[in-house]
């Protein structure tokens, strides 16, 4: 197979924050030393720039660095720019001023009803457009957004509405002015701004797109505007808009779409992705890295439960301490490590600590990032709390390790614990979301039960050996990728 050109597009990942995604991405592109890789990587904030929190491999020749907090300069306002029907149907498509439906239209045709992304893409890039604020400050953009306020807006004051439509705008036009990375393939490992990212790749060079999808990166974004207080109330619709018309466009140039269970394919196809782009490819480790791990040389009458998460609200890691409370009244013994980073939410680190505090629990540590396998032999039982997931490479580290879980019903956590009518038993047990009391009496019931933990812990890693291991889903995207180069070189070939 010919050496391929890949470039990868992550967005809040790779290589700023460890976990997750960016332990994915880092086990591609390291477990295909015969393909170059090249990384457009979209931060939130230029303050990230050059943080890299893992060591580059040597086949990852590029990183190309973009951050979406960009200002917004003063311009005088009401200059001309002259868009033309097509460039304000467009745009006006994508604020909400017309319907848009299900994008299933193939490259350069427009479906009746869906967004004209091609006609933004080259908007966007226009060379009459210096500065993104050109446009926003623009008299042809005030019309039209005057248009959408008389529609949709009425009660709103307009300059509440101009400043949301700028904060959602200017993030996709630094987005989409960027320099796009030759390459013989691209793969965005999520919708959202680098799924757009991807699409404008295969609109201007023509390469294959995949795109991987994780979690469900609209509904995931859906879920955090509901609860944010930043976005008004009567703007959190048009948000949630324009996230799902995000996806809609990567779905709508992506080659292939890939997920990783038959639950997040399910989805993708509901909001609009054709099936027969669709795919499932599930995560895997390195299972021998958890075999023989390093244990207590002797018993201290200590009960240790283990964490790996990122010090994030969507770990919901306030939910575990509160079970935590409960867990230790029951069992005076337990004691709690949370492992992972605590840099990334410094806010809502300080308020898990204060609410440690606060309830007066005792054996409550914070590791801080470590190196999960020193970790995990010390450990006799795992939980995850979070509120939304994808496939958490941390169960599968932990169930590699011989660990049982108590993990939160999201996600495919319900796949990897129970299986999905696999030869294996239960690797834990899986609760509801948020429900404190249930979490903590299935922590005590399996900390009772040493008899029930070691059966859950061999049936968890006999599961990771047969289903998820690195090996498999590195030679799936292995295949995937010569397909895709092969199916390219014959179309160059035949249009010669």
Same mark, same amino acid.
């Given at each position: 197979?010919?050496?391929?050109?890949?470039?990868?597009?992550?967005? @809040?990942?790779?290589?700023?924050?460890?976990?997750?995604?960016?332990?994915?991405?880092?086990?591609?592109?390291?477990?295909?030393?015969?393909?170059?890789?090249?990384? =457009?990587?979209?931060?939130?904030? $230029?303050?990230?720039?050059?943080?890299? #929190?893992?060591?580059?491999?040597?086949?990852?020749?590029?990183?190309?660095?973009?951050?979406?907090?960009?200002?917004?300069?003063?311009?005088?306002?009401?200059?001309?720019? *002259?868009?033309?029907?097509?460039?304000?149907?467009?745009?006006? @498509?994508?604020?909400?001023?017309?319907?848009?439906?299900?994008?299933?239209?193939?490259?350069?045709? /427009?479906?009746?009803?869906?967004?004209?992304?091609?006609?933004?893409?080259?908007?966007?890039?226009?060379?009459?457009?210096?500065?993104?604020?050109?446009?926003?400050?623009?008299?042809?953009?005030?019309?039209?957004?005057?248009?959408?306020?008389?529609?949709?807006?009425?009660?709103?004051?307009?300059?509440?509405?101009?400043?949301?439509?700028?904060?959602?705008?200017?993030?996709?036009?630094?987005?989409?002015?960027?320099?796009?990375?030759?390459?013989?393939?691209? =793969?965005? &490992?999520?919708?959202?701004?680098?799924? /757009?990212?991807?699409?404008?790749?295969?609109?201007?060079?023509?390469?294959?797109?995949? &795109?991987?999808? =994780?979690?469900?990166?609209? *509904?995931?974004?859906?879920?955090?505007?509901?609860?944010?207080?930043?976005?008004?109330? =009567?703007?959190?619709?048009?948000?949630?808009?324009?996230?799902?018309?995000?996806?809609?466009?990567?779905?709508?140039?992506?080659?292939? /779409?890939?997920?990783?269970?038959? #639950?997040?394919?399910?989805?993708?196809?509901?909001?609009?992705?054709?099936? $027969?782009?669709? !795919?499932?490819?599930?995560?895997?480790?390195?299972?021998?890295?958890?075999?023989?791990?390093?244990?207590?040389?002797?018993?201290?009458?200590?009960?240790?439960?283990?964490?790996?998460?990122?010090?994030?609200?969507?770990?919901?890691?306030?939910?575990?301490?509160?079970?935590?409370?409960?867990?230790?009244?029951?069992?005076?013994?337990?004691?709690?490590?949370?492992?992972?980073?605590?840099?990334?939410?410094?806010?809502?680190?300080? $308020?898990?600590?204060?609410? /440690?505090?606060?309830?007066?629990?005792?054996?409550?540590?914070?590791?801080?990032?470590?190196?999960?396998?020193?970790?995990?032999?010390?450990?006799?039982?795992?939980?995850?709390?979070?509120?939304?997931?994808?496939?958490?490479?941390?169960?599968?580290?932990?169930?590699?390790?011989?660990?049982?879980?108590?993990?939160?019903?999201?996600?495919?956590?319900?796949?990897?614990?129970? @299986?999905?009518?696999?030869?294996?038993?239960?690797? !834990?047990?899986?609760?509801?979301?948020?429900?404190?009391?249930?979490?903590?009496?299935?922590?005590? *019931?399996?900390?009772?039960?040493?008899?029930?933990?070691?059966?859950? !812990?061999?049936?968890?890693?006999?599961?990771?050996?047969?289903?998820?291991? #690195?090996?498999?889903?590195?030679?799936?995207?292995?295949?995937?990728?010569?397909?895709?180069?092969?199916? $390219?070189?014959?179309?160059?070939?035949?249009?010669?």
């Amino acid at each position: 197979m010919k050496r391929m050109r890949i470039c990868l597009i992550a967005e @809040g990942s790779y290589p700023y924050v460890t976990g997750g995604v960016s332990n994915w991405i880092h086990a591609l592109v390291t477990g295909m030393p015969e393909h170059e890789f090249v990384l =457009h990587t979209i931060g939130a904030s $230029e303050k990230q720039r050059g943080q890299f #929190r893992y060591e580059l491999p040597a086949n990852l020749t590029v990183v190309h660095e973009t951050f979406l907090d960009a200002g917004f300069p003063i311009r005088r306002r009401g200059r001309r720019f *002259r868009l033309t029907e097509r460039e304000k149907a467009a745009l006006a @498509g994508h604020l909400g001023g017309g319907k848009t439906g299900p994008d299933r239209a193939e490259e350069g045709t /427009v479906p009746p009803g869906a967004l004209d992304w091609g006609t933004l893409f080259d908007l966007f890039r226009s060379p009459r457009l210096r500065h993104p604020a050109d446009l926003l400050s623009s008299r042809d953009f005030l019309d039209l957004l005057v248009e959408i306020a008389s529609d949709r807006y009425g009660h709103v004051p307009f300059t509440d509405l101009f400043w949301t439509v700028c904060s959602m705008l200017l993030p996709l036009l630094v987005t989409l002015r960027q320099p796009v990375p030759q390459a013989d393939l691209y =793969h965005a &490992v999520t919708t959202g701004y680098a799924g /757009v990212f991807g699409g404008l790749a295969r609109h201007l060079n023509g390469r294959p797109l995949v &795109v991987t999808e =994780h979690g469900i990166y609209s *509904r995931e974004r859906e879920e955090e505007i509901l609860k944010a207080d930043w976005v008004r109330e =009567h703007f959190k619709e048009l948000w949630i808009e324009h996230f799902y018309r995000l996806s809609a466009c990567a779905y709508r140039y992506a080659d292939r /779409v890939l997920t990783l269970f038959a #639950r997040n394919r399910q989805i993708e196809i509901e909001l609009g992705c054709p099936p $027969e782009k669709t !795919g499932i490819v599930p995560n895997g480790i390195d299972v021998e890295a958890y075999a023989n791990l390093p244990v207590p040389e002797q018993p201290d009458g200590r009960f240790r439960i283990g964490a790996i998460v990122r010090i994030v609200p969507i770990k919901d890691i306030k939910t575990m301490i509160r079970s935590f409370a409960l867990i230790k009244r029951e069992m005076p013994e337990a004691e709690l490590y949370v492992m992972g980073p605590m840099d990334e939410n410094g806010e809502y680190e300080r $308020e898990c600590r204060q609410l /440690v505090q606060s309830l007066g629990v005792a054996d409550v540590h914070f590791t801080g990032n470590v190196r999960v396998s020193d970790w995990l032999g010390r450990m006799d039982l795992m939980m995850l709390t979070s509120v939304s997931e994808g496939q958490p490479l941390a169960v599968l580290e932990g169930m590699a390790a011989g660990l049982p879980w108590v993990a939160t019903d999201v996600g495919d956590c319900r796949g990897l614990i129970e @299986g999905d009518g696999d030869e294996f038993g239960p690797a !834990g047990i899986v609760v509801p979301v948020m429900h404190v009391e249930q979490i903590a009496a299935a922590a005590v *019931r399996l900390g009772r039960d040493p008899r029930l933990r070691a059966e859950m !812990g061999r049936n968890g890693r006999e599961r990771v050996r047969k289903l998820y291991t #690195r090996e498999r889903f590195v030679e799936e995207y292995r295949r995937l990728y010569a397909d895709l180069g092969e199916a $390219e070189a014959w179309r160059a070939s035949a249009s010669n």
